[in-house]
C-alpha cells in the first residue's frame, strides 16, 4: 500500500510540477542551455587559496631551471625546457602570458568558483572559476554542449565541459594554448587535453589533474593540488598586466635561448638541493618509486644525465592532430567582424562580407570550388567582387578561376576602364603581388587565372564593406610574392602561409624564400597585432593552414624561427656543411609539433631552406 | 492547488523515510563496512610522485619548505641526526601513519575482515589497519590507532531534499588516526608529535583510458610543532598484479 502511495504521489508531483515548470519555454540566458541535461553534484562554489603545504616553492612563475622531477618529460620537451631562457620574459609577447590548466590551480592569488544557473529553469548550466594570476576565466559547461571544431581558436583557460561522477566533478578541457606545466621551462603544447577531478571535503578542494600532452609527455601527467575555502571572501581579484620596453634598443628578431648543452643554470638546482641530475630533468622514470634505485650508480646517472642535453635518437614527426577538417567538406568559422574562415580545400580561405561584393582572400586548391562559392553565397547575397591571392602556391590559387567566374566587380562595370576592357567587370578582380602573377604565368602549361590588379613593393589600400582594408607585400618570406591582409575594423589579419599551424614555414627558396624574410614578415605582424587581455583574444589571425589564432601562436612561431636561426647560425660560424647541420637535428625540440620525416614538406627541406638561405640570403632580406 | 501542494508535502516526507530506510537507520544493522563500500580499492598501487617530488625523493635536512612548522619544530628539524637514530633503532621513525603515504613506494590493500581494511607498504614493510566501527584500544605506536568509516555524500546539516543525481559512487573514505607515537612527516627530520591527529579522505578516481587513481587528502593536526594544520594531497595509480613490490626494511638515509 505504501508503494501505491507513494507512485500516486510521484505522479502528482509530477503534474503539479508541469504545472508550476511547464510554462513557455524559457529564454536563453547569457550562459549555457536553460534546457541542458539536469545535473546536481557536490557544491564547490566560494572563495579559496591555493595552499602552499606540498610543492611549497613550485607556484606559479617560480621554479628552478631544470626543477622537472616528476614531470614525464619526453626528450624533445627537455630539450625545449633546457633551451628555455628565462630572459624570455622580457620579450614583449612573453610579459603577460596567461597560465593554462592544470597549472593555474597552483597560482598564488585568489580562486573562486559559482555556479552559473539558467534564471528560468535554475538548471546548473556552468560552473565559473576566476583566477586572480592572469585573471584566468573559466566556463566549464554542464548543459552537455559538444566541444568546438579543431580549427577554432584556444585560449590559456581552454574550453571546458564537466560532469558529476559520484561526488567528484570531472572537468575536460581541450583548446589550451601552449603553456606552462612550470613556468621553468616545462611546456604543455596546445595539443594537449586535461581531465580535473575535483574533490570537496569540507573546507577543502582536492584536484586531481591528469594532462595527455602527445607533443611532450611521455605519459600523461597526473598531479593533485589543494585549494583551502577562505570564509571570508578577499577583495583582491585582479592582475595588473601590460607589456612594456624591457630592453630599450634591443632588435626585435632576438630572442634569448640556450644552444643546445649550453645552458650555464643546468646544474644549479641539484646541486643546491642534493639531487642527482638525471632526476632533476624529470621524464616518466622520476615519478616511480624505483627510480631510487635507478639512480644508485651515480656515474650512469651521470653520463645519462649529459647524453640527454643534446638531441639524439631518429627524427620525430608531429604529434599534434591536424586541426584541418579533411572531410570533403569545407567549414565555416566566424573569425571577428565580418570576416569568416573557410576550411577544407588546401591553404585556409577568408571571407569579408558587407554591404558590398564579398573580398575573398585564396581560393584554395581547386577541388572543392563549387561548395566554397556556395557557402560564401549563404554568407554574402552580393557577388564575390574581389579576390586576393597571397601566395602563387597551388593550395592558394587553386580556385582562382571557379570564384573569379562566379563573381562581379561592379565598381568597374560603366567606370572609365570598361572602354578599354571589354570584360571590365565580369567576374572577381584578382589581386595579387606582380610575382604570383609571373609565377602563375611561367608555369607550363600556365596557371588559370592569375591576378590581373597587382602591386609590386608598397600596401594596397581600400576601403571596403565599411572597413579599412591593407595588403601588405612581405618580400622574400615564403617566396618573393608573399601578402597578408589586415582588415582594420574586424581586426583580423590573413597571414597566408607566413605562418600555420601545422608545420615549419614552407619556404620556397627557388622562388625567392628566405628565413630571414619569415622572419621579418612575422615581425610585421606582431607589430600590427593587439592582445585583450594577458595574450588571449584581440586581433585574430588566420593562418594559411591551420586554426585560427590570435598573436601569441605567431609569436611563439616568430620565437622557435629565430631560435633556430641561431642555431643555425652558430654552426655555419663553426664552418659546419648542410650535412653535418641536419646531423645535429637543431629543430629536435620543435620536431614533434611542426616536423615531418616524410611528406612533401620534411623538417630535412626545412633546415636545408634555412642553411641555404642563411648562407645565401636574398637582398631584399638584409636590406630591410 | 491546495491538493498540489499537500501531495508535494507528502511526497516530501515519504522521499525523506525512503532515504533514512536506504542508510541504515529505519531499522536493522547496518551493513558491514566491505558491502556497504562505495568503491572497491583493494589491489596494488604505486605512489606517483608528481607532488614534493625533491622531498619526497631526496630530502635533505633543514629541507622543509611548506610545512607549516613553529619554532621548535624547525629547532627540531635542524637538529636531526640520522645516525643517532640508526643508533637507537630508530629507522622507521618518517614511516608513520603521517608520512608512509607519501614516501615513493607500493601498497596493497585488501579487507583483513568485513570491518578492517588493511595497507601494507613495502616501503619499511609498514602496515596500516583501517577500523570501521570500535577501534580497539592500544599503546602508542607508529600506525597509531585508524578508525576509518564511509562518508557519503550530503553530509552536513543541510540535505539535499530532490534532485540528488550523484549517482551509485558518491562516497570517500575517512580515516582518522591519534595515538601516535612522535615521528617524522618527511624522511629528513620534520617532526610531528604524539599531539598529532591525522585525517585522511581516500577517493577513487576513474580516468577514460582505463587508469584508476587513489587520491588520498590528508590534514595533519598538531599544536605542537605547527602552527596552522598541513592538508597535502597524495596519489596513487592502480596496477594490475604485484609488479614491482618491493618490500624493503626502514631506511633513514
Given amino acids: 500500500m505504501k508503494t501505491a502511495t507513494f507512485g500516486f504521489a510521484i505522479v502528482i508531483f509530477s503534474v503539479c510540477s508541469a504545472i508550476f515548470l511547464g510554462q513557455a519555454p524559457a529564454p536563453a540566458s547569457g550562459i549555457g542551455n536553460p534546457l541542458g541535461p539536469m545535473v546536481s553534484g557536490t557544491d564547490f562554489s566560494g572563495s579559496y587559496r591555493w595552499l602552499n603545504h606540498q610543492d611549497a616553492t613550485l607556484f606559479t612563475a617560480a621554479g628552478a631551471i631544470a626543477d622537472w622531477g616528476g614531470i614525464p618529460l619526453n626528450d624533445a620537451a627537455r630539450l625545449y625546457a633546457l633551451s628555455w631562457s628565462a630572459s624570455r620574459l622580457t620579450v614583449k609577447q612573453h610579459q603577460c602570458m596567461g597560465y593554462v590548466p592544470p597549472y593555474t590551480w597552483m597560482s598564488p592569488g585568489n580562486h573562486r568558483i559559482w555556479e552559473e544557473r539558467d534564471p528560468f529553469t535554475q538548471r546548473l548550466v556552468a560552473i565559473r572559476y576566476w583566477g586572480q594570476i592572469a585573471q584566468v576565466d573559466r566556463t566549464i559547461y554542464m548543459d552537455g554542449r559538444p566541444h568546438p571544431p579543431a580549427y577554432a581558436p584556444h585560449t590559456f583557460a581552454g574550453f571546458s565541459t564537466g560532469k558529476f561522477e559520484g561526488n567528484i566533478l570531472t572537468v575536460t578541457t581541450t583548446h589550451i594554448k601552449r603553456g606552462w606545466l612550470r613556468a621553468n621551462g616545462a611546456p604543455q603544447s596546445d595539443a594537449a587535453t586535461v581531465t580535473e577531478h575535483l574533490i570537496r571535503h569540507g573546507d577543502t578542494v582536492t584536484i586531481l589533474a591528469v594532462v595527455n600532452d602527445p607533443v611532450y609527455l611521455s605519459e600523461p601527467m597526473s598531479k593533485t593540488s589543494v585549494l583551502a575555502r577562505q570564509p571570508i571572501a578577499p577583495d583582491a581579484w585582479l592582475y595588473a598586466c601590460d607589456d612594456s620596453e624591457q630592453i630599450v634598443g634591443r632588435k626585435n628578431d632576438y630572442v634569448p635561448s640556450h644552444l643546445f648543452g649550453q645552458n650555464p643554470f643546468v646544474r644549479e638546482y641539484a646541486e643546491k638541493n642534493n639531487v642527482p641530475l638525471l632526476g632533476s630533468f624529470g621524464g616518466r622514470e622520476t615519478l616511480y618509486p624505483q627510480f631510487l634505485a635507478a639512480v644508485k650508480d651515480t656515474a650512469a646517472a651521470e653520463a645519462e644525465a649529459k647524453a640527454k642535453m643534446v638531441p639524439s635518437g631518429p627524427p620525430q614527426s608531429s604529434r599534434a592532430p591536424d586541426p584541418t577538417p579533411n572531410d570533403g567538406n569545407i567549414h565555416v568559422f566566424h573569425v571577428g567582424g565580418n570576416v569568416y574562415m573557410l576550411a577544407g580545400d588546401g591553404a585556409n580561405i577568408a571571407v569579408q562580407v558587407g554591404p558590398q561584393g564579398a573580398l575573398v582572400i585564396d581560393t584554395g586548391a581547386g577541388k572543392l570550388s563549387d561548395q566554397i562559392v556556395a557557402e560564401i553565397g549563404k554568407l554574402s547575397s552580393k557577388p564575390i567582387q574581389f579576390i586576393v591571392n597571397t601566395s602563387f602556391h597551388a593550395d592558394h590559387v587553386g580556385g582562382n578561376k571557379k570564384l573569379q567566374t562566379a563573381g562581379a566587380d561592379p565598381s568597374l562595370m560603366g567606370s572609365f576602364f570598361s572602354n578599354q576592357f571589354a570584360d571590365a567587370g565580369q567576374g572577381a578582380t584578382v589581386i595579387g603581388h606582380q610575382n604570383v602573377q609571373t609565377r602563375m604565368q611561367e608555369q607550363k602549361p600556365p596557371w588559370d587565372t592569375p591576378p590581373s590588379d597587382t602591386y609590386l613593393e608598397d600596401r594596397r589600400r581600400k576601403y571596403h564593406n565599411d572597413e579599412a582594408v591593407e595588403i601588405f607585400p612581405m618580400p622574400n618570406a615564403i617566396t618573393d610574392g608573399d601578402s597578408i591582409v589586415h582588415f582594420r575594423r574586424s581586426d583580423v589579419i590573413v597571414a597566408g602561409d607566413i605562418f600555420t599551424t601545422t608545420q615549419y614555414p614552407f619556404i620556397d627558396v627557388r622562388n625567392g624564400g628566405s628565413l630571414q624574410g619569415e622572419i621579418r614578415a612575422l615581425n610585421f605582424i606582431l607589430d600590427r597585432t593587439l592582445y585583450q587581455h594577458d595574450e588571449d583574444g584581440g586581433t585574430w589571425i588566420i593562418p594559411g593552414h591551420g586554426r585560427v589564432t590570435n598573436e601569441w601562436e605567431l609569436a611563439e612561431y616568430r620565437d622557435m624561427l629565430v631560435i633556430i636561426r641561431d642555431r643555425v647560425q652558430a654552426m655555419i660560424k663553426n664552418g659546419a656543411t648542410l650535412d653535418q647541420v641536419k646531423a645535429a637535428r637543431l629543430t629536435a625540440d620543435f620536431d614533434v609539433r611542426f616536423g615531418q620525416t616524410a611528406g612533401p614538406w620534411t623538417t630535412d627541406m626545412f633546415v636545408e631552406a634555412v642553411y641555404t638561405s642563411l648562407k645565401n640570403p636574398p637582398q631584399s632580406a638584409t636590406a630591410k | ?253
Avoid at chain 2, 7 to 31: D, E, T
Avoid at chain 2, 54 to 66: E, L, S, V
Avoid at chain 2, 126 to 137: D, E, K, L
Fill in chain 2, 1 to 253: 492547488m491546495r491538493f498540489c501542494r499537500s501531495s508535494l508535502v507528502l511526497v516530501l516526507v515519504l522521499l525523506g523515510s525512503l532515504k533514512g530506510h536506504a542508510q541504515g537507520r529505519g531499522g536493522g544493522p547496518p551493513p558491514a563496512a566491505r558491502a556497504a563500500a562505495p568503491f572497491d580499492m583493494t589491489g596494488y598501487w604505486v605512489s606517483i610522485v608528481s607532488e614534493d617530488w625533491r622531498w619526497r625523493m631526496f630530502p635533505t635536512k633543514g629541507d622543509y619548505a611548506g610545512v607549516p612548522l613553529n619554532p621548535e619544530g624547525r629547532k627540531v628539524a635542524d637538529s636531526w641526526d640520522p645516525a643517532k637514530d640508526e643508533a637507537a633503532g630508530e629507522q622507521c621513525k618518517a614511516y608513520g601513519a603521517p608520512g608512509i603515504m607519501r614516501i615513493p613506494g607500493r601498497f596493497h590493500i585488501t579487507w583483513q575482515d568485513d570491518q578492517t581494511l588493511k595497507i601494507e607498504a613495502d616501503a619499511g614493510k609498514q602496515i596500516r589497519i583501517f577500523h570501521f566501527g570500535a577501534a580497539p584500544a592500544g599503546g602508542a605506536d607508529l600506525q597509531g590507532v585508524s578508525k576509518a568509516e564511509w562518508e557519503f555524500a550530503q553530509r552536513g546539516l543541510g540535505r539535499a531534499i530532490a534532485g540528488d543525481r550523484g549517482g551509485p559512487q558518491a562516497g570517500s573514505l575517512k580515516v582518522t588516526t591519534t595515538n601516535l607515537r612522535p615521528g617524522y612527516l618527511r624522511r629528513n627530520g620534520v617532526p610531528y608529535s604524539s599531539n598529532a591527529k591525522l585525517t585522511e579522505y581516500y577517493d577513487l578516481v576513474k580516468e577514460s583510458n582505463g587508469d584508476t587513481y587513489l587520491v588520498l587528502t590528508s590534514t595533519l593536526e598538531d599544536p605542537t610543532y605547527l602552527t596552522e594544520p598541513m592538508i597535502t594531497a597524495a596519489h596513487f595509480k592502480q596496477q594490475a598484479d604485484a609488479t614491482g613490490w618491493n618490500p624493503a626494511p626502514c631506511a633513514v638515509r
